[in-house]
């Protein structure tokens, strides 16, 4: 997993640094699933998502870890109060810059599965079982919850409108069918996290998902629910200026998958350590090395609201 800029390497060097040093031998010594968490200044709504979270998972112990994004409030105190381990970036960059780092943190701290969900308590604790099944009986790689296929609470049009649109627009370019692209509660195995390139400081979730994809690793959609956010406000801010961006990224993250794929085996690749290069299209797709992958039967034209942008 590559940072590309100076300054992010530095943040995320010195947040490592001082969580190791916060935590010890817990910091290396993670069990088998952890839940990462991006907060920004979500004093008050951290607290009881912590909380509702599993202590164990299909029989796995299950560590909660928030990375904490420049919050200037209550996040941290609360997180840790609830019972989280707490990475504190001094520095706002944004909810993909912080996921990135706690893929890192999961990943060099020995967790097997890596599981994201939201600070705003949107998202239903008791479906993280659903979405790691399929990995855990070896048919998929990445999973991802899809309010298509199963239910949401929130009625805006815009939003919905959007969901449809950028899951078609992924499933043309990638061939992979997806009905809901950037819905925030998500399980994979913890190698996918360092092998595809994530340099986007904000809209990950459309980086990741065509990575994951572009990288050969086997996707499925598991249906899931997104609740209305009970409190504070959402960071995504207005709903077409989203959407450019959430567009903006879809396209630039293909042409590099693309461009990737086209220097073959032998050529640089941006991302280290991840299975051979594999086709942006289905139909060249190769076959997954266990099982069958466990495509979703829902609707490709279904795309979402994106995981929260700031």
Request: aromatic residues 6%; glycine residues 12%.
């Amino acid at each position: 997993m590559a940072v590309t800029h100076v300054d992010d390497k530095v943040i995320d060097s010195a947040a490592v640094r001082a969580f190791t040093d916060q935590y010890g031998s817990r910091a290396s010594a993670l069990p088998p699933v952890v839940i990462v968490i991006a907060a920004y200044n979500e004093e008050g709504a951290i607290g009881p998502v912590i909380e509702a979270l599993p202590d164990v998972v299909a029989g796995l112990a299950v560590a909660k870890l928030v990375v904490a994004d420049g919050c200037v409030d209550g996040t941290v105190k609360d997180a840790a109060a609830a019972g989280a381990l707490v990475c504190d970036v001094a520095v706002n960059r944004g909810q993909g810059a912080a996921l990135r780092l706690g893929y890192r943190l999961a990943r060099e701290g020995g967790a097997a599965y890596i599981v994201t969900t939201d600070a705003d308590g949107q998202y239903n604790p008791a479906e993280i079982g659903r979405l790691l099944e399929p990995i855990l009986a070896g048919q998929a790689d990445f999973v991802t919850g899809s309010r298509r296929l199963g239910s949401e609470e929130t009625k805006d049009p815009i939003r919905r409108l959007g969901v449809r649109v950028f899951a078609l627009t992924i499933s043309l370019l990638t061939g992979q069918r997806i009905s809901d692209t950037t819905f925030g509660l998500r399980a994979m195995r913890a190698e996918v996290t360092g092998a595809v390139l994530l340099e986007q400081p904000q809209y990950q979730a459309a980086e990741l998902l065509i990575g994951v994809i572009a990288h050969g690793y086997r996707v499925a959609e598991r249906p899931a629910t997104i609740h209305k956010r009970q409190v504070g406000k959402s960071k995504k801010g207005n709903n077409v200026f989203y959407g450019l961006r959430f567009a903006g990224v879809i396209g630039g993250t293909w042409w590099r998958e693309h461009q990737r794929r086209s220097r073959g085996p032998g050529g640089a690749s941006p991302a280290a350590g991840g299975p051979a290069a594999a086709p942006l299209t289905g139909a060249d797709r190769p076959a997954p090395p266990a099982a069958e992958p466990a495509a979703p039967a829902g609707d490709p034209a279904a795309a979402p609201r994106s995981t929260k942008s700031r």
